[in-house]
């Protein structure tokens, strides 16, 4: 069965720095652009950041820009995201998702596979 799996997220004080993993199981990544959400409740999810599947083009949202780094390793299977300066606005659940194409979608329902989230807390 194909899954996502994020972990890493925690409490964190503000300024502080978290890595989010997100492994596959039951397929390969290698193939497949992935891509990093959060969700506030009550609202859509929003694309944060995205690594197409060779790793070589990469976007991310103008409020994490500077802040995030996004990062996959094909032989582990795994995509990371490197949150460093966290502020309380960065306080949501995050989610990772994995595209049938190779390329970044900012569209979440193009995205065929999801984690089941992981919180992240900022707090002083």
């Known amino acids: 069965q194909a899954q996502l799996v994020e972990s890493g997220g925690g409490l964190v004080q503000p300024g502080g720095s978290l890595r989010l993993s997100c492994a596959a199981s039951?397929?390969?990544?290698?193939?497949?652009?992935v891509g990093w959400f959060r969700q506030v409740l009550g609202k859509e999810r929003e694309g944060v950041s995205c690594?197409?599947?060779?790793?070589?083009?990469?976007t991310y949202a103008d409020s994490v820009k500077g802040r995030f780094t996004i990062s996959r390793d094909n032989a582990k299977n795994t995509v990371y995201l490197q949150m460093n300066s966290l502020k309380p606005e960065d306080k949501v659940v995050y989610y990772c998702?994995?595209?049938?194409?190779?390329?970044?979608?900012?569209?979440?329902?193009?995205?065929?596979?999801w984690g089941q989230g992981t919180q992240v807390a900022v707090s002083s």
């Open positions: 690594i197409n599947s060779r790793g070589g083009s990469i």
């Open positions: 039951g397929f390969t990544l290698d193939s497949h652009a």
């Open positions: 998702a994995a595209r049938l194409a190779p390329y970044c979608s900012r569209v979440h329902r193009e995205y065929d596979y």
